[in-house]
């Protein structure tokens, strides 16, 4: 006892000389974490968390000890009060969020002293660089700055003008490096954008990225003089510009491939077309745009999402751009075949500006090849699919299904139609019932003497209405564009009192809302009529998994009791990129795509709220979500119709 108590004291010593010893660790912090932290970083907080799989930049791994923000010296640990202050006040231009306000600052540095203790024991720790007294920012320090930056070599990440244009992967897709900061956006800065904060950045550098910490090479002074300069880069965001041009224009890539990258990673593209677990919801970012995932609509079809990768054989690899671009924004395929809306939303990609499709082909052309020779699409028997229409129109609830797994991989996936088996015989019965009845009351018209008229026409219309169930809805004998004006007629317009630069940024907004896009579930639906664009984005489309339970989309209209009337313009841009609702709840991004959604732009995100407060205000109360049940669907399923008319 006597030995191991001098152990104790000594190692208790060595590690307080050390500075290798975490201070004492409760439940508490372990619980936060888990419940704000783990979806990202990972229980273990190795960067590789559920929801990890689509984000860049890349959630940090906390067990290397390598930090990018910090006050303290290259190669050392960054003091809690470094970690508390990411944890508070958000990391901008990620999708990590500031949760000033949704934790107290005891949980915060509870938090931090937790994510700090992630790191090996043998990571030095280290003590804030001085930064020395400021320099004044005038013309002088800005003309050392200047040469500062081209001696010290930033522009050859950033430019020379700071946009740090040109930039290109190694290799397209997730999981890479991020581009170089745009120096002419600072409020994209993750550490902050004034002068102190910008020296700092130039002295400890960014641990883990090619970008160098200079202490040692320039004075304290000398980062000022920098940090100045780089001042001077910085235009105005769109949310401050008054010229409707320059709303219009700021922050878009003229360069196709990427604006290509921008486009396709910040749409919905990877929702349907990377496979996901279908325990978790992670994606598998093996198969990034290769397709696998099966769709299915009962009674209407199932589908299997189409490898967008330019591989020969199973990919894109002999389309043309144009024939990308055909595919994309008029729903025709390659050999003329009409695509169901149902599987892939083309009519809001109609939307898209020639320069944007093309930008898009331009990117999924320089994908990596992957090989996945997906299945082709299921059809339903006709008998059966009247049936189950009819089943419908009885008020039976219709989903759309994403199932777990990639079906060009799992045989299990393919050759089935997935619904409950007494819904098929029900569905099969009542198609081959109903056009039975039809045929039988047609033989009698024709045999009979009495009312002949009556009952043919009776007949007639029974088998009218059978045929018309079949072929409901009527999309492959409607052009590209009948379809385009039937699903989105009646959309509202921008009102006519917005003007000037104002105008601008909701028309930037409509945009991107429109492409991205967010109709898709925050517009009820019916499987027969379409949209109810008369509700647009008034939310009421309801999401149920045995993964995370029910959640219903939000009401995006400015409504003051059931809208966005009363959120500030930061709680929306908060729930898109981060996936924390108006309640400080978490949302699964799953239900609500948020990983996909931290790729738009803090301008193109505040621009879709412009237009999104420029909404006619549309009531309705809508259901709060609720965890897991047992009766929850195996796939993750989209139901037509609007929870806010409907009781369950």
């Known amino acids: ?273 990377t496979p996901i677990s279908p325990a978790t919801g992670a994606y598998d970012t093996r198969y990034f745009l290769a397709g696998g995932m099966r769709v299915s609509v009962y009674p209407w079809g199932v589908w299997y999402a189409r490898n967008l990768t330019p591989d020969p054989e199973t990919g894109l690899g002999t389309w ?31 939307r898209l500006t020639d320069d944007d499709a093309r930008a898009i082909a331009v990117y999924l052309k320089a994908l990596p090849a992957t090989r996945n020779p997906v299945p082709p699409a299921e059809r339903i028997a006709v008998a059966e699919a009247v049936g189950g229409k009819l089943i419908a129109l009885l008020g039976v609830e219709v989903a759309a299904e994403f199932w777990g797994g990639n079906a060009a991989t799992n045989a299990a996936l393919r050759g089935v139609i997935p619904a409950p088996v007494v819904r098929r015989a029900v569905a099969h019965a009542l198609g081959w019932g109903t056009l039975g009845v039809g045929l039988g009351v047609v033989g009698l018209g024709v045999l009979g003497r009495r009312r002949r008229g009556l009952v043919l026409g009776a007949g007639g219309g029974v088998l009218a209405g059978w045929v018309l169930l079949a072929a409901w809805p009527p999309l492959g004998l409607m052009s590209p564009e009948v379809t385009i004006r039937w699903l989105l007629m009646g959309t509202p317009t921008l009102p006519a009192t917005l003007a000037g630069a104002e105008r601008a940024r909701a028309e930037r907004g409509q945009y991107l809302a429109t492409v991205a896009p967010c109709g898709l579930c925050h517009t009820p639906a019916s499987p027969f009529v379409g949209f109810f664009t008369g509700r647009t984005l008034a939310g009421g489309m309801e999401a149920r998994w045995a993964v995370y339970g029910s959640a219903v989309s939000a009401n995006l209209t400015p409504h003051d009791r059931d809208g966005i009337g009363r959120a500030r313009d930061e709680t929306l841009v908060r729930g898109m990129r981060s996936g924390i609702g108006g309640d400080g709840r978490p949302m699964h991004w799953q239900a609500m795509p948020w990983d996909i959604g931290s790729h738009w732009s803090l301008e193109d995100q505040r621009a879709m709220t412009a237009y999104f407060r420029a909404l006619p205000p549309t009531p309705g109360a809508l259901p709060r979500p609720r965890g897991p049940r047992p009766d929850d669907p195996p796939a993750d399923a989209f139901f037509f119709g609007d929870a806010a008319r409907r009781t369950r």
Do not use: Q
Request: with cysteine; charged share 20%.
């Open 1 to 273: 006892m006597i030995r191991l108590a001098l152990r104790l004291v000594l190692g208790l010593g060595l590690g307080l000389g050390l500075g290798v010893v975490p201070p004492a660790l409760g439940a508490d912090d372990r619980a936060l974490y888990r419940r704000h932290c783990a979806v990202c970083h990972g229980d273990a907080g190795r960067g590789d968390g559920p929801a990890s799989g689509l984000l860049t930049p890349r959630p940090r791994d906390l067990t290397t000890g390598r930090y990018k923000l910090r006050s303290t010296p290259t190669g050392t640990l960054p003091t809690v009060d470094d970690v508390a202050r990411a944890i508070r006040v958000g990391l901008p231009g990620t999708s990590m969020a500031g949760y000033d306000g949704l934790l107290s600052p005891v949980e915060i540095e509870g938090l931090a002293r937790y994510v700090l203790a992630l790191a090996p024991p043998g990571v030095r720790r280290g003590s804030p660089l001085a930064l020395g007294e400021p320099t004044p920012a005038g013309p002088e320090a800005v003309g050392r700055g200047r040469a500062l930056y081209a001696r010290a070599g930033c522009g050859d990440c950033h430019g020379g003008d700071g946009r740090a244009s040109g930039w290109r992967p190694e290799r397209e897709g997730p999981g890479g490096p991020p581009p170089p900061t745009d120096l002419r956006e600072p409020w994209t800065f993750r550490g902050g954008s004034d002068a102190a904060s910008v020296a700092r950045r130039v002295l400890t550098g960014f641990d883990g990225s090619p970008m160098p910490g200079y202490a040692g090479v320039l004075t304290p002074t000398e980062a000022w003089d920098l940090a100045h300069y780089v001042e001077t880069l910085a235009r105005a965001p769109i949310w401050r510009e008054t010229d409707p041009a320059v709303v219009r224009t700021s922050g878009v890539a003229s360069d196709p491939l990427a604006r290509g990258r921008y486009l396709a990673n910040a749409m919905l593209c990877a929702l349907c077309h």
């Open 320 to 350: 043309s751009e144009a024939e990308i671009v055909r595919a994309l924004a008029r729903g025709i395929a390659r050999d003329g075949r009409r695509l169901d809306p149902m599987a892939m939303p083309w009519p809001w990609f109609s």
